[in-house]
């Protein structure tokens, strides 16, 4: 008997139970696995202990000439996953997707809110108040998000799940869970703890126990997306920043206020030193644009 579809059951328990992927991940990798069985195996039985180095190699070449980097990276990472998981259990003699060569990916520097910009959407939610156009529970509920992202630097989903008991309000700290489970502690700056004060002052009940929840329901990160559209486009910001984005700005900003790489490593929860790194380039960026304009040689 072959090892085909009826594995990865257990494969998809592995890296959902175990590993703790997100849900967007999981979508993505079995998306993945998908188009990989479909491109080997057609309508036939589908046998991964037939999969060779060279099926993969093929399978990724063929991909890159129809498929963005990012999406082939993906759909590597998703097979290498998979195959190191039957490999470790057993059910395939060797794992055919060692030394997997994979196109690199440009190193683009992410787009960030400049300093300014973020003090205009910080203040456009009181503003909108002000101009009537959204009740005052909301301007405050947003102004907290809002400082939130750029106070403590989270990711959506943190933000989202954050539980109100691990808001230490005295500490001006908070426990999240981010990616694949880990707990780390998240300072968070004054102005965020006078949003969150003034918005638990007002927050209507009954509420859950979580800080964005209230009757039962809790915010959708599509819902966050569109607050922050909504903000963008009243004090005419460009529309292109995303929740993501305040993040990146965070790390800029820190960075470029001298803060140690390693210590934002654990601020921003990287799992490895190189995804923080991205924000050196930035900050070397910024250090060009001053040599250029300052230097009498330059």
Known sequence: MGIGREHLAQYYDFIASERRFSQATLATYGNA??????WKFGDGVVDFAGVS??????????EQRRCKRTTVRNHASALRSLFRFLFENKKIPMDPSLHLVTPKLERRLPKIFTISQIKELLSAPEAAFARGEISREI?????????LFYGAGLRIGELRNIEI?????AGCSLKVL????????CPFSLAAKDAIEKYLA???HPSGSKLLEHGGKLLTAREIQYRLKFYLKFAALPADLSPHKIRHSFGTHMLNAGA?????QELLGHSSLSATQVYT???SSRMKNVHRNFHPRA
Do not use: S, W
């Open 260 to 264: 140690d790489l390693r210590l934002l």
């Open 178 to 185: 981010g990616k694949r489970g880990k707990e780390r502690l």
């Open 165 to 169: 008991d691990a808001v230490d309000l």
């Open 202 to 204: 007002i927050r209507p």
């Open 53 to 62: 180095r060279r099926d993969l190699q093929d399978f990724i070449i063929e």
């Open 33 to 38: 696995i998908d188009v990989f069985i479909d």
């Open 281 to 283: 380039r930035v900050d």
């Open 139 to 147: 301007a405050l509920r947003d102004r907290m998000i809002f400082e």
